[in-house]
């Protein structure tokens, strides 16, 4: 039966290596009004990473994460700590210009060193590893843009290497080293990084959701429970910004899904960090395990949310993958995560919008938030205290060079369009006919309603419709989850929000009878 949930490979629901590895701490919820210097909303890299950086100039802060600190994106990277973002910089110098780019630049090398300097001095033991980093191609069509890139990593000062040929047993058709980069175990550092900010007036508080930010008189966030917290700089770091302030982000900004797996293998696994330039994209890196085991992390097939099929088949292909490339000993752990990529492809990092500048956003690390959410950590402090940031302009959220962005802009928001439309258009299933771990849309009463039976036989029954903005939501069968693919909210079977931007629930559909079991 088990394998019959999970998919035809796997017998149990996807882990993270990083979350099963650590033991977390637990902090309580938002008890009271509170008034802070700076309150932070999310509970990820970037939010924990901005308030170590603030409390350390003095200030004050307040987290508050809706659920658990670091069970997100963070808990669910690949955890590279690099600049070498695939190919970014020679598209930021055609599409902006070299400036940007160099910006960009100079924010995630700055951040590599500045993650390893808070490791130094803190004497956190996290897996810190100095690594080269590459990213090759298989494809003809790609031997140019590799060589474009590695011309602007050089003019951008990086110690950049084009290359034929990499230390991964196959063969590639170009390559591009970055030297100087990183790996570590991003949950070790930041849950050392937590317990640094909470104490001595300042706090994280979990299973504290933010609803609203009110800013007509002074700032405040006001939360689930009532409580507010108040505070002159309010920084946004939810991955995707659950306030919007009028800056028209949900147009700007887009869902996307990919997977791991963490598997042990027979032959050591060679030095360096590697990503595919071309679809459907591979990644791998090794990883230190506790127990002395090499455990090697494959990425990949990345897909917009809501909008990847049989979301199983994309843990069978990179299974295939790892199959082809290593003798695969044993699957150890598989998992999946959210990231959100601008329309310019640069994250937005600073003020939301511009008549509220104490409100402030870092968004959009297009799988890169390692080092970007330090450059935004850094970025937010110099706003906050008033200090000039030379890579300050090139993230800044009110940003907007067609050149850059207005094909991207235009086509994303038509694939909103489209897959709201053909929601609502799609006909249900008339009857009930689901196996034990599976769901479908079917038709109850006249209503679009979506079914999962568990695995003891039981039926939960949903409204398929998002609660942000009302796309229908599609079924995801490796994680067991509803999700949107206009937007990228994900709810749980029974209709529990596991990531937003939705703030509701689904609401639950009134079933006077329930259906026939079907005993197949």
């Not at 780019?101 to 810190?128: G, P, S, T, V």
């Not at 994250?347 to 799988?367: E, M, Q």
Request: aromatic share 12%; glycine share 8%; hydrophobic share 35%.
């Amino acid at each position: 039966m088990q394998s019959q949930v999970w998919g035809k490979e796997f017998n149990m629901p996807p882990q993270s290596y990083w979350m099963a590895s650590v033991k977390f701490p637990e902090y309580e919820p938002l008890n009271g009004d509170l008034d802070v210097d700076a309150a932070i909303v999310g509970g990820g890299i970037a939010g924990i990473t901005t308030a170590f950086l603030l409390k350390n100039s003095g200030l004050s802060v307040a987290v508050l994460e809706a659920t658990k600190i670091l069970h997100g994106t963070t808990g669910h990277t690949t955890a590279k700590v690099t600049a070498q973002h695939d190919i970014i910089y020679n598209t930021i110098i055609k599409k902006m210009d070299f400036d940007s780019a160099q910006q960009y630049a100079h924010a995630n090398q700055e951040a590599i060193k500045a993650i390893y300097n808070i490791i130094d001095q803190y004497n956190i033991k996290c897996d810190f590893s100095w690594q080269p980093a590459y990213v090759y191609t298989q494809d003809d069509n790609y031997i140019q843009k590799i060589q474009d890139e590695a011309e602007a990593a050089i003019s951008l000062g990086f110690a950049a290497t084009y290359l034929d040929e990499i230390p991964l047993p196959f063969k590639v058709k170009a390559a591009l080293r970055f030297d100087n980069q990183a790996q570590f175990h991003p949950l070790k550092y930041l849950l050392a990084l937590a317990e640094l900010v909470h104490g001595n007036g300042s706090y994280i508080f979990e299973n504290t959701k933010a609803i609203d930010i009110l800013t007509e008189t002074k700032y405040s966030i006001s939360t689930e429970t009532g409580f507010r917290v108040n505070a002159p700089n309010i920084i946004i770091a939810t991955h995707y910004p659950f306030y919007d302030g009028n800056g028209m982000y949900f147009a700007r900004i887009f869902p996307e899904r990919s997977y791991a797996l963490g598997v042990t293998i027979s032959e050591k696994f060679p030095e360096g960090m590697y990503i595919s330039a071309e679809d459907p994209g591979r990644s791998y890196r090794s990883q230190p395990m506790d127990n002395d085991e090499e455990l090697v992390i494959i990425g990949g097939e990345h897909h917009k949310t809501g909008q990847g099929g049989d979301m199983n088949a994309h843990y069978e292909s990179l299974l295939d993958t790892a199959r082809k490339t290593f003798h695969v000993k044993e699957i150890k752990y598989r998992w999946s995560t959210q990231d959100y990529t601008t329309v310019d492809e640069v994250p937005y990092i600073g003020p939301l919008n511009s008549k509220d500048p104490g409100v402030y956003i870092a968004a959009g690390f297009r799988k890169w938030g390692m080092t970007n959410s330090m450059a935004a950590a850094m970025i937010i402090k110099d706003y906050i205290l008033g200090s000039e940031n030379e890579w300050a302009p090139v993230f800044l959220p009110s940003r907007f060079k067609p050149a850059a962005a207005a094909g991207k802009f235009f086509s994303e928001n038509v694939d909103v369009a489209k897959h709201l439309i053909k929601g609502k258009l799609t006909p249900a299933e008339g009857h009930i006919d689901i196996r034990p771990g599976e769901a479908k849309v079917v038709e109850i009463s006249g209503n679009k309603t979506g079914v999962y039976r568990d695995v003891q036989g039981q039926y939960h029954y949903v409204d398929t419709t998002c609660t942000h903005l009302g796309c229908e939501l599609v079924w995801n069968s490796a994680e067991h989850s509803w999700d949107c693919p206009c937007h990228g909210s994900r709810f749980t079977y029974d209709g529990k929000i596991i990531e937003g931007p939705a703030q509701k629930p689904l609401n639950k559909p009134i079933i006077k009878e329930e259906p026939q079991e079907n005993n197949k």
